[in-house]
DNA sequence: CGCGAACTTGAACAGAGGTTGAAGTCCAGG
DNA sequence: CCTGGACTTCAACCTCTGTTCAAGTTCGCG
């Protein structure tokens, strides 16, 4: 029951109003409205606030992140089965993006203190799904044709 | 030996010249000059550029990653040792950037598919470093003061 | 040397992700 | 029922991360 005014969803989010109002007109969020054009938010938006702000401290756009939150029932507050499914369908992206820090972490760590100093040769620095996405050849860590290491 | 000019690379590096040219106008890779004063890139920049492009990925802002960037040495091409300082600096950064996604992946799985549909009360979503962020007081997931499930 | 491709700077533009302010309206406690 | 704080819309503005364009200069191959 009880609905909640932006202010008090914002104050228990811990986001400004107007990023939730910003939200909303992305259609990350919706509202219902009082006889006075006011807008009102069920509980399970704070769910979906606390989602958006988590998901975009992990580098997602809020663009994938609507994406998402639209496999969500329209209607009707979203059940248990409806956020497995979503959780379901984000598994793989979200292990991607702990791949991804993990290479990142591992390349300081292995590649680089390994001796070699090369970004080229060491198995950690994969170029599969990197070259799809920059579509443009296989670049990024694929760099000197001549294979000494790259320090001075 | 043998300097890269801007265009490759920026091939190398899978970027447009443009990005180069602004992230040497942030201070993030450094350049000499020609007598007819083009830019020339060390090797060494190539692996500055991936190291930028990777934590930028990874919800890294410019900024962030500019301050660990200039923890390695002006004047010569950074060693080993350099990379490995770089690398120790930063290990609780993408650590805890790692946990801020499996937080989410498990929230998903775990708090929301546990059957309580709560972010509130479940154990996994710990509020310590998160409310430091938000300077606001202990607000993000600590919503609602009633006891009962947030379903309809 | 000559010529075209690649480079230079600076300014304007783009898009994401919001914040701020003005001018006006609503709502709830006293 | 009155009043002040919270709400409304809309537009302008902000930062970040670049891209694009114009006008002019340099580089290096033949």
């Known amino acids: 029951?009880?609905?909640l005014t932006i202010g008090h969803l914002a104050e228990r989010a811990g986001v400004a109003p107007s990023a939730i109002r910003f939200y909303e007109a992305?259609?990350?969020?919706?509202s219902v409205r009082?006889?006075?054009?006011q807008r009102r938010y069920?509980?399970?938006?704070?769910?979906?606030?606390?989602?958006?702000?988590?998901?975009?401290?992990?580098?997602?756009?809020?663009?994938?992140?609507?994406?998402?939150?639209?496999?969500?029932?329209?209607g009707r507050t979203p059940t248990k089965a409806d956020w497995q499914r979503l959780s379901r369908?984000?598994?793989?992206?979200?292990?991607?993006q702990i791949r991804r820090i993990e290479e990142l972490r591992d390349r300081l760590d292995g590649c680089i203190g390994c001796g070699c100093l090369s970004l080229r040769?060491?198995?950690?620095s994969n170029p599969d799904d990197e070259m799809a996405e920059l579509g443009s050849?296989?670049?990024?860590?694929?760099?000197?044709s001549d294979p000494r290491p790259i320090v001075s």
Chains 1, 2 share one sequence.
């Open 137 to 144: 050849g296989p670049v990024l860590l694929e760099a000197r």
């Open 34 to 37: 009082t006889a006075g054009n």
């Open 89 to 96: 369908a984000w598994r793989p992206r979200l292990d991607e």
């Open 26 to 30: 992305k259609g990350l969020v919706s």
């Open 1 to 3: 029951m009880s609905l």
């Open 42 to 74: 069920e509980q399970s938006s704070l769910r979906r606030i606390a989602f958006i702000r988590t998901a975009q401290r992990v580098g997602l756009s809020l663009e994938e992140i609507g994406a998402a939150l639209a496999t969500l029932p329209d």
């Open 121 to 124: 040769t060491c198995a950690l």
